[in-house]
């Protein structure tokens, strides 16, 4: 069976880059809409998930928009 493969735009897949760059990420997914971006991510076990979220937040922060709204939270366990 042949995997698609879906080309991410720059600012996404660099968003991504950064989120799995953060020690303590083992999962994250990233929505954009207009004007909003939304990021989630699954912390490691021994993570603490408030702390987790404060790096994430600050690894990917000069990739912000003025005006753009940015919200970040946990992705439940599989």
Known sequence: MEEAHVELPPRLRRTLELVYGVE????????YWQGRVAVGVR?????APSELLRR??????????PEET???????MD
């Open 24 to 31: 303590g990420v083992t999962g994250a997914r990233v929505w």
């Open 43 to 47: 912390p490691a076990t021994l993570s």
């Open 56 to 65: 994430v937040e600050s690894a990917v922060a000069g990739l912000r928009e």
């Open 70 to 76: 940015w919200e970040f939270g946990l992705l439940e």
